[in-house]
């Protein structure tokens, strides 16, 4: 089947996931499958009614994580807990918690509970997109969040609320000359033998072309990275303007990646297989497409994977660009 056929064929609705390991391993796929056997995610709810939020300074949120925090941190509030953020300045790194995947969460009363100035480290218009991996080695959560978008720092927890910063981990200095943006960092627990690496980010580039791709990275530690100075992924390769917001899932004996298109080619979510090496890059299509109408709006991004007494989920980016609302899907 071509990409443009299986575009066609496929059809899932709004989603929602939750990442309780590292890197995600989802389990079985509906008969509705979307590629690669991925289940077909539909919309069950949003996560909480923005407009009820103590701190939602834009009215816009993007870049869900769901982490499964129970027996890994002492006292949690909840199970799981959600980072999400505003994009817009001034942004800030924001927490809401729950007992189950499929809500309702609760906002956590201090946010933001990282902003924009983090004296002497750093004072940026915003900050945004964070992402958290439970660290297995360090026994703590690690927050990746950008600001500027030139710029993704590391931030260390052993509670999922109080954080030490740590250092600068990309930035465009660290891409080749002419690169304008790094952000929207993913960090994946992934074995590359061959690199000496544990860890692999994802991520997008931007550059005087104004025309989006997917980057990518391995780290010994989580903290000093390699970055591969050409794109994993180029928009044009999948027929889109611009990509960005890529995460990593494991299925059967392979990796992928998954990310949005521009809204003006459709607001998907696109799928590549790119090999537990890094090495393949097998373009499957659509792997998820949004609600024509509320909350989606024709436009799906950023997804978060996990699973809850043996379901799938997928908690996502719904929404228009900076009018975007943080939504929760169910595997069928």
Not at 111 to 117: D, E
Not at 208 to 215: A, D, E, L, M, Q
Not at 281 to 299: E, K, Q, S
Request: hydrophobic letters at 35%; one cysteine or more; aromatic letters at 12%.
């Amino acid at each position: 089947m071509t990409e443009l056929s299986r575009r066609a064929a496929l059809r899932g609705a709004a989603g929602v996931g939750l990442g309780l390991a590292a890197m995600p391993v989802l389990g079985a796929g509906s008969a509705a499958a979307a590629p690669a056997g991925f289940p077909e995610y539909r919309f069950l709810r949003t996560a909480f009614d923005k407009s009820k939020l103590k701190y939602n300074p834009t009215g816009e949120l993007i870049f869900p994580c769901i982490r499964g925090v129970a027996g890994r941190i002492a006292n949690p509030l909840g199970r799981y807990y959600l980072y999400y953020a505003p994009h817009d300045a001034p942004g800030g790194i924001c927490l809401s918690y729950a007992d189950s995947l499929e809500g309702p969460f609760i906002e956590y009363p201090g946010n933001p509970i990282v902003k924009r100035t983090w004296n002497p480290h750093y004072s940026v218009s915003h900050v945004s997109s964070s992402h958290v991996l439970w660290n297995e080695d360090a026994r703590e959560l690690w927050l990746y969040f950008h600001g500027e978008n030139t710029t993704t720092r590391l931030a260390r927890s052993k509670d999922g609320i109080h954080f030490t910063y740590d250092k600068v981990v990309l930035s465009t200095s660290m891409l080749p000359a002419g690169t304008t943006e790094t952000s929207y960092a993913r960090v994946f627990r992934h074995d590359l033998p061959s690199r000496g690496a544990k860890y692999v980010m994802v991520f997008m580039i931007n550059d005087k072309s104004n025309h989006r791709s997917i980057g990518w990275g391995w780290s010994a530690d989580g903290r000093n990275w390699t970055f591969s100075q050409t794109p994993l992924i180029r928009p044009e390769e999948v027929g889109a303007s611009n990509i960005g917001a890529p995460t990593i899932a494991n299925r059967g004996t392979s990796t992928y990646v998954i990310y949005h298109e521009n809204i003006e080619a459709g607001g998907n979510m696109l799928i590549t297989e790119v090999g537990n090496d890094f090495s393949k890059r097998r373009h499957l299509g659509v792997f998820h497409a949004p609600l024509p109408g509320a909350p989606d709006n024709g436009r799906c991004a950023a997804p978060s994977f996990g699973t809850m007494n043996g379901k799938e989920y997928m908690f996502y980016e719904a929404g228009a660009r900076l009018d975007g609302s943080i939504a929760i899907a169910r595997a069928v």
